[in-house]
T-cell receptor
């Protein structure tokens, strides 16, 4: 069964304390892995798309990487405004335009 | 700026009273999606349109219907809302050949 699992479910960091969020997937025929940021009461905001193992994308304090089984979202020196839920989603072969979402990681960065 | 717009942002309805949520997009995307998201859960796909071609998820209740009168607009109709339908409803779009889905701000539905 195609699955997407994110860990940890929740993460509390001090401002400046770097860490990584994990997204593991067991889909066959990956067509893309997507990271979104979601603030409370708002829709998900697109961050990155990764297509193949070894690919990396960066945006400000965020860096996303991809292997054949998982993706990491690295947060370097986070600030309180990075607090949000980070969602991972995959598109796989035979799924058309459908995305399969993970459960998300709720990140809280304390000043 | 090109964007996905949802109205209203907050909707309160009574148990069993029909409600319609609206989504519009200026991205000229072919695909439009409706998701339901409950607290601390991932978005759950209800249905999507590829142009005018409607695709219903197998576990979407019959209580939920959708209309797409043109490329720009899509509506979600909940015929008889129950307490369990209280959630955030998200609209998203995607262009042909593009993988990314772009989400609107959502409509928070409360059922009294």
């Amino acid at each position: 069964e195609d699955q997407v699992t994110q860990s940890p479910e929740a993460l509390r960091l001090q401002e400046g304390e770097s860490s990584s969020l994990n997204c593991s997937y067991t889909v066959s025929g990956l067509r893309g892995l997507f990271w979104y940021r979601q603030d409370p009461g708002k829709g998900p905001e697109f961050l990155f798309t990764l297509y193949s193992a070894g690919e990396e994308k960066e945006k400000e304090r965020l860096k996303a990487t991809l292997t054949k089984k998982e993706s990491f979202l690295h947060i370097t020196a986070p600030k309180p405004e990075d607090s949000a839920t980070y969602l991972c989603a995959v598109r796989y072969h035979n799924a058309g335009n459908m995305l399969t979402f993970g459960g998300g990681t709720r990140l809280m960065v304390k000043p | 700026d090109a964007m996905v717009i949802q109205n209203p942002r907050y909707q309160v309805t009574q148990f069993g009273k029909p409600v319609t949520l609206s989504c519009s997009q200026t991205l000229n995307h072919n695909v439009m999606y409706w998701y339901q998201q409950k607290s601390s859960q991932a978005p759950k796909l209800l249905f999507h349109y590829y142009d005018k071609d409607f695709n219903n998820e197998a576990d979407t209740p019959d209580n939920f219907q959708s209309r797409r009168p043109n490329t720009s607009f899509c509506f979600l109709d909940i015929r008889s809302p129950g307490l369990g339908d209280a959630a955030m409803y998200l609209c998203a779009t995607a262009g042909v050949g593009y993988n990314e889905q772009f989400f609107g701000p959502g409509t928070r539905l409360t059922v009294l």
